[in-house]
């Protein structure tokens, strides 16, 4: 049984930074692809970056050039460096892990989910 658990989430001021982490355990996920997601209250869980299998990233635009998602696969872990962190960053972050190795928008295509880290930025 695989497990995902984030860590890394909090409250930081408008223009800080968090990295937030995911540990894998249960099964190594070299070849699947890894990803966030975020979900503010009222609204449906969205994509903010993945990393697939072969390392290639993908940024949602609302994050381009101030997340940076990164993935050590010996230690079975993932991250997201988040800069410059504006209110509308506030969410609930899901790591997820997708089999098929790709990054998907889809919530559906991914195997498995953590259990969330609360980020809330302050302005």
């Known amino acids: 049984q695989v497990q995902l658990v984030e860590s890394g989430g909090g409250l930081v001021q408008a223009g800080g930074s968090l990295r937030l982490s995911c540990a894998a355990s249960?099964?190594?996920?070299?070849?699947?692809?890894m990803a966030w997601f975020r979900q503010e209250p009222g609204k449906e869980r969205r994509l903010v970056a993945g990393?697939?299998?072969?390392?290639?990233?993908y940024y949602a635009d609302s994050v381009k050039g101030r997340f940076t998602i990164s993935r050590d696969n010996d230690k079975n872990t993932v991250h997201l460096e988040m800069n410059s962190l504006n209110p509308e960053d506030t969410a609930v972050y899901y790591c997820?892990?997708?089999?098929?190795?790709?990054?998907?928008?889809?919530?559906?295509?991914?195997?498995?989910w953590g259990q969330g880290t609360q980020v809330t930025v302050s302005s």
């Open positions: 997820a892990a997708n089999s098929r190795g790709f990054t998907s928008l889809f919530g559906s295509s991914y195997n498995y």
């Open positions: 249960g099964r190594t996920l070299s070849n699947y692809a």
């Open positions: 990393i697939s299998s072969a390392g290639v990233a």
